[in-house]
């Protein structure tokens, strides 16, 4: 079955990627004044150093490297807009498909951006109409001002404590990423769920398999749908907006036939760390009393004194 599930992957899964023209303009992008407000090196020069005051990264100290031999992460476009307003991401849908930038918000329409790739066009047709895609894709980024996920592992604003160490987990027989973190010396507690879902290509069934009937074609569908999984999901990014208001959390895993999946989630900061309170204060309770109890206190000042609105979860 694998020369045939590979030949109609391709197949299925090219289309979506066939023709990529960047749109005219932006669909309803952050305002030229949001975007024009640039990092300084004084801001680069006081993330580095913070990153090195910090012990080896601080909250992000004990989240595993960004790169791995089945998923390179470091060099990826991922994370919150210049504004704060997108969080956003790359990924690429197959093995010839350039780079697709996905970027969420919570009340304005997303903006989608990909590099170009359109099969059968003559080799010099193909370069112009690339040349000029890219070149805007490009332009469309920098004003977006993303940063590569190696340059997001430093807080980007006020955190409510620097003592929590950020943790990630994946849920058992799912392809959905924890994102939490813990109070030293106690188990994690995970507030966001980053749930990438199953490959496309595991709902498809190919013509020559329709074709058939009764057992043979359940045998074979299960055979052909079996091929196409999804590796674990990784956390591709953890940060705050620059306000320090709300925490947001990028996912990606990788699947077959070169696919990608990647979704992202953000929630007020305040009611992050307040979970992780709450959570490690139910699990000391009736061991450590007292503690449990300076954790819901703490839990509960956050809550009290939170002035920002609710934030959905997740958003694929």
Same mark, same amino acid.
């Given at each position: 079955?694998?020369?045939?599930?590979?030949?109609?992957?391709?197949? *299925?899964?090219? #289309?979506?990627?066939?023709?990529?023209?960047?749109? =005219?303009?932006? /669909? $309803? @992008?952050? !305002?030229?004044?949001? %975007?024009?407000?640039?990092?300084?090196?004084?801001?680069?020069?006081?993330?580095?150093?913070?990153?090195?005051?910090?012990?080896?990264?601080?909250?992000?100290?004990?989240?595993?490297?960004?790169?791995?031999?089945?998923?390179?992460?470091?060099?990826?476009?991922?994370?919150?807009?210049?504004?704060?307003?997108?969080?956003?991401?790359?990924?690429?849908?197959?093995?010839?498909?350039?780079?697709?930038?996905?970027?969420?918000?919570?009340?304005?329409?997303?903006?989608?951006?990909?590099?170009?790739?359109?099969?059968?066009?003559?080799?010099?047709?193909?370069?112009?109409?690339?040349?000029?895609?890219?070149?805007?894709?490009?332009?469309?980024?920098?004003?977006?001002?993303?940063?590569?996920?190696?340059?997001?592992?430093? *807080?980007?604003? #006020?955190?409510?404590?620097?003592?929590?160490?950020? =943790?990630?987990? /994946? $849920? @058992?027989? !799912?392809?959905?990423? %924890?994102?939490?973190?813990?109070?030293?010396?106690?188990?994690?507690?995970?507030?966001?769920?980053?749930?990438?879902?199953?490959?496309?290509?595991?709902?498809?069934?190919?013509?020559?398999?329709?074709?058939?009937?009764?057992?043979?074609?359940?045998?074979?569908?299960?055979?052909?749908?079996?091929?196409?999984?999804?590796?674990?999901?990784?956390?591709?990014?953890?940060?705050?907006?620059?306000?320090?208001?709300?925490?947001?959390?990028?996912?990606?895993?990788?699947?077959?036939?070169?696919?990608?999946?990647?979704?992202?989630?953000?929630?007020?900061?305040?009611?992050?760390?307040?979970?992780?309170?709450?959570?490690?204060?139910?699990?000391?309770?009736?061991?450590?009393?007292?503690?449990?109890?300076?954790?819901?206190?703490?839990?509960?000042?956050?809550?009290?004194?939170?002035?920002?609105?609710?934030?959905?979860?997740?958003?694929?």
């Amino acid at each position: 079955m694998r020369r045939i599930s590979a030949a109609w992957a391709l197949a *299925l899964l090219l #289309p979506a990627c066939r023709s990529s023209p960047v749109p =005219a303009a932006p /669909v $309803d @992008a952050p !305002s030229a004044a949001a %975007l024009a407000v640039p990092a300084t090196d004084e801001d680069a020069s006081n993330a580095a150093i913070a990153l090195d005051a910090a012990g080896g990264g601080g909250v992000y100290a004990e989240l595993p490297p960004l790169d791995e031999p089945t998923l390179e992460l470091s060099s990826r476009f991922v994370g919150f807009t210049k504004d704060d307003v997108y969080l956003g991401y790359a990924v690429s849908r197959c093995d010839p498909c350039p780079l697709a930038f996905e970027f969420k918000a919570i009340s304005k329409p997303p903006i989608s951006l990909s590099y170009f790739f359109q099969p059968g066009l003559t080799e010099e047709e193909f370069e112009r109409r690339q040349k000029k895609n890219d070149e805007a894709v490009d332009i469309k980024l920098a004003k977006l001002g993303v940063e590569r996920a190696e340059a997001g592992r430093v *807080l980007r604003g #006020p955190f409510p404590d620097e003592e929590l160490r950020f =943790a990630v987990d /994946v $849920d @058992a027989g !799912s392809n959905v990423l %924890l994102f939490g973190a813990h109070v030293p010396g106690e188990p994690p507690v995970y507030p966001m769920h980053l749930d990438v879902g199953a490959h496309p290509m595991a709902r498809a069934v190919p013509p020559q398999i329709a074709r058939l009937k009764g057992p043979e074609r359940e045998k074979a569908l299960h055979e052909f749908r079996d091929e196409f999984t999804m590796d674990r999901p990784r956390l591709a990014y953890a940060n705050v907006t620059r306000d320090g208001r709300e925490i947001g959390a990028v996912a990606i895993a990788p699947g077959a036939m070169w696919y990608e999946s990647a979704v992202v989630a953000r929630m007020p900061t305040s009611a992050f760390v307040a979970e992780i309170y709450e959570g490690t204060a139910k699990g000391l309770a009736g061991g450590n009393d007292a503690r449990a109890e300076a954790l819901m206190d703490k839990a509960r000042a956050l809550l009290s004194s939170r002035s920002s609105p609710s934030v959905p979860a997740a958003s694929r």
